[in-house]
C-alpha cells in the first residue's frame, strides 16, 4: 500500500541582486521534476552527492521548505493543499531526524525539554503522568536510561546524542520518518549500531522511512527500494539489490565502481569508472540530459532530449537514460575523454570515500 506519492516535484531557489528592489537574476533548480512512491512499511533509500537536491527533496516533503511545483500525497492527503493549523495538525505524522544532533539539539534545553517541545506544540503534555511514561519508553526504545532526562545535550556521546534526536521524532507517534544522513556524524564503530536501531524500531512500531545518505554502503543494508539522485533529479530507482547487482544508468555505475569491497581478490579484480569534469551549477544544469557533461556514454540526441524517468522491464527498475539497453549489453562504445576505466592492476585508484559498514 502506497503512504507516499511524490508526482514531479520542484523546489527551486531565486537568486537575487540589488539593495532596495530585489531582482530576481535566476533560479537554483535544487530540485527538479522528482517523482517517486513510497509504500507504507518499507524503507527508501535515497543517494547521490553532496548537492544533488536530495536534502531540499526530504525537507520539501514536510514543507520546511516550500515546494515550487509538483504534489505531494500522503496517504490520500494533498500535503500542499494544507494551511495554517491544518499543516502543523499533520506534521505529527511526519517527523525528521537531521545529520548532525550537536546543531540539531539545543544545548540550552534538557533531553526532557526537547522531548516535551513537541508534545505541547500538538497540546499532548496535560496529561503529566502520562507523558512521564511516554518519556521513559521512547528513551528506552531507543537505548537510553531514564536518567537521561535530566541531562544535557553536551553530556552525551555523538551516537548517544542521535538516539535522542530519534527520540525526539518519535515521541509523537509518527508514521513516517524522513533520516537525512543519520548515520555520517558518527564514528563507523557507531554508524551500524545506530543503523540497526532504525531497523528495529522500523520493525516494532511499523515505521515507514525516507533515508537520505550519500554512503551507498549504509543505504544497501538498510533499504528496500532505492533512488539516485543527480543534480535536481531522480535518474535510477530499483530494489536494493537489484540496483547492485545490475546498474543502469552511467552515473550509478560510477558511484558503484568507488564504493570498497571487504574482500582483497574481488576490490583488485574490478574495474572502477572515474568521471571526468566538475558537477554542474544547479543554476545553470545542462541541457538534455543532466549527466551528459561527464557521461562517457552520451550521444547527441543527450544534449536536446531530456530522458525521462522510464520502466526498463518486468523488474520495475526505473532509468532515465536513453541508452540504458544499449550500454547494458555493451553495444555502445566509450569517450575515453569523459571517463577513466581503472583496469585491475593498474596504480591508479579513485576516492572510496567513506567507511563501509560489512553486513554478514
Known amino acids: 500500500m502506497t503512504l507516499v506519492e511524490i508526482d514531479d516535484l520542484k523546489v527551486h531557489f531565486p537568486i537575487k541582486s540589488g539593495l532596495l528592489f530585489d531582482r530576481t537574476l535566476g533560479y ?23 548537492g544533488c537536491g536530495k536534502s531540499t527533496l526530504g525537507r520539501g516533503l514536510l514543507r520546511l521548505v516550500e515546494p515550487t511545483g509538483g504534489r505531494i500525497i500522503f496517504d490520500g492527503t494533498d500535503v500542499r493543499a494544507l494551511k495554517g493549523e491544518q499543516m502543523r495538525l499533520f506534521r505529527q505524522r ?81 508514521e513516517l520518518i524522513v533520516a537525512d544522513e543519520p548515520v555520517s556524524a558518527l564514528d563507523v564503530s557507531i554508524q551500524a549500531q545506530v543503523v540497526n536501531l532504525l531497523g528495529d524500531l522500523q520493525e516494532s512500531l ?14 544497501r543494508h538498510i533499504s528496500d527500494t532505492i533512488g539516485v539522485m543527480y543534480l535536481g533529479a531522480l535518474v535510477e530507482e530499483a530494489d536494493g539489490d537489484l540496483l547492485y547487482s545490475r546498474p543502469l544508468h552511467p552515473y550509478t555505475k560510477a558511484l558503484l565502481s568507488a564504493v570498497p569491497i571487504p574482500d582483497p581478490y574481488v576490490e583488485d579484480q574490478r574495474e572502477r569508472i572515474l568521471l571526468a569534469g ?46 540504458a539497453e544499449e550500454i547494458l549489453d555493451g553495444s555502445l562504445a566509450m569517450h575515453a575523454v569523459r571517463a577513466e576505466i581503472v583496469r585491475p592492476g593498474s596504480e591508479a585508484a579513485p576516492d572510496v570515500g567513506d567507511g563501509l559498514i560489512q553486513t554478514p
Open 206 to 219: 511499523g515505521l515507514t522511512y525516507l533515508v537520505i545518505a550519500h554512503d551507498l554502503a549504509v543505504v
Open 94 to 174: 511526519i517527523q525528521m531526524v537531521f545529520q548532525d544532533p550537536m546543531s540539531s539539539l539545543d544545548p540550552r534545553q534538557s533531553v526532557e525539554s526537547l522531548l516535551l517541545e513537541g508534545l505541547r506544540a500538538h497540546n499532548l503534555h496535560k496529561d503529566k503522568a502520562g507523558v512521564r511514561a511516554k518519556l521513559r519508553s521512547t528513551l528506552d526504545a531507543v537505548g537510553l536510561p531514564a536518567s537521561a532526562l535530566s541531562k544535557y545535550p553536551h553530556e552525551f556521546s555523538g551516537g548517544q546524542r542521535q538516539r535522542i534526536g530519534i527520540a525526539r521524532a518519535l515521541v509523537l507517534g509518527p
Open 28 to 50: 537554483v533548480y535544487a530540485v527538479d521534476g522528482v517523482s517517486l512512491t513510497i509504500r507504507r512499511g518499507e524503507t527508501y533509500g535515497l543517494v547521490g552527492e553532496s
Open 278 to 323: 566538475d558537477l554542474p551549477s544547479p543554476a545553470a544544469p545542462p541541457s538534455g540530459c543532466r549527466f551528459r557533461t561527464r557521461c562517457p556514454w552520451s550521444q547527441s540526441r543527450c544534449e536536446s532530449e531530456r530522458p525521462p524517468l522510464r520502466v526498463f522491464d518486468d523488474s520495475g527498475q526505473r532509468v532515465a537514460c536513453h541508452f
